[in-house]
């Protein structure tokens, strides 16, 4: 099934980014008859790298977080059935701290923080939701003794803090996401591997024979991205080679010089690497790619 395909992306994609920040357990098993949590993540004491570089998703994780992303809208059942989880994970730890005669620590606690695509105004009244003063619009927070939010991704705002969980909704919603991840620059942390599992997504979609609209319509949008990406790659990895080519045959070459390579099309830089054996100076590479400008 295609949720299945969904889900195990998912837990994948909030794997990798949090894995830097602390430990990442995906489908942690807890005691009693109770399912599987999706994700149990408890942060790193001394914090290596930088959370904010993951905005909103970033600020869940300052703390120990239970994440439950759901592919289709949540009901009302399932959402009970995380704070359910929760509420096992919270016993258990008690019940730690009294064999270990220690005090509990509230801030030991997990908040458990429910992804939906959408979340209807009668479902979110139905628990009694309020909106925190400091957060953005389509988080919404149960009690406070619950440890519970509930996270609309539809009615996220359209900016860089929210891109990483706007990844996991649906849609033109999750589409216009993975468009602005595909626009990060090229050195940003989490790009390259997230697009990877995007493409990882869509390779399992497509072996599905039975797809909804939605999945379909996804698949569509990621291929000239993947086909696009590919070629990026295709070219980075010749204009690598043709730069080690030229600074074995040349000495090392100034960075306005790479720079210029580096703008070369794959037709130019396939002839550069036939034309370069013929140079023996560096004034031959500035003839050439002037007279490639020209």
């Avoid at 992306?9 to 990798?16: N, R």
């Avoid at 909106?131 to 988080?139: A, M």
Wanted: net charge negative; hydrophobic share 40%.
């Amino acid at each position: 099934m295609t949720r299945f395909v969904h889900d195990e992306f998912a837990k994948d994609y909030l794997e990798e980014l949090l894995k830097p920040y602390g430990e990442v357990k995906p489908s942690s098993k807890i005691s009693g008859e109770i399912k599987e949590i999706d994700v149990l993540f408890t942060p790193s004491l001394q914090q290596t790298s930088n959370l904010k570089v993951l905005g909103l998703l970033g600020r869940f994780a300052e703390f120990p977080a239970i994440l439950e992303p759901f592919r289709n809208a949540a009901s009302g059942d399932e959402i009970c059935d995380c704070i359910q989880k929760l509420l096992e994970v919270k016993a258990l730890l008690r019940r730690d701290a009294k064999a270990n005669k220690t005090k509990l620590q509230e801030s030991d606690i997990p908040k458990l923080w429910v992804l939906t695509p959408t979340a209807s105004p009668a479902l979110l009244s139905s628990f009694n939701v309020n909106h925190k003063s400091g957060w953005l619009p389509g988080v919404y927070f149960l009690g406070d003794a619950l440890r519970t939010a509930i996270v609309a991704i539809h009615q996220l705002p359209q900016t860089p803090e929210t891109l990483w969980l706007r990844i996991l909704g649906r849609g033109s919603v999750q589409s216009q996401a993975i468009v602005e991840l595909s626009n990060l620059p090229l050195n940003h942390p989490y790009r390259q591997a997230t697009l990877e599992l995007v493409y990882n997504l869509r390779q399992n979609l497509r072996i599905n024979q039975n797809l909804e609209l939605d999945d379909r319509e996804l698949i569509m949008r990621l291929e000239p991205l993947y086909q696009q990406d590919r070629e990026k790659a295709k070219q980075e990895g010749q204009q690598d080679l043709i730069i080690r080519q030229l600074n074995r045959r040349l000495g090392e070459i100034d960075a306005s010089l790479i720079e210029r390579v580096r703008g070369l099309s794959i037709e130019q830089l396939s002839i550069l690497g036939e034309a370069l054996l013929d140079f023996s100076v560096v004034a031959d590479l500035e003839a050439w790619l002037n007279q490639q400008a020209g």
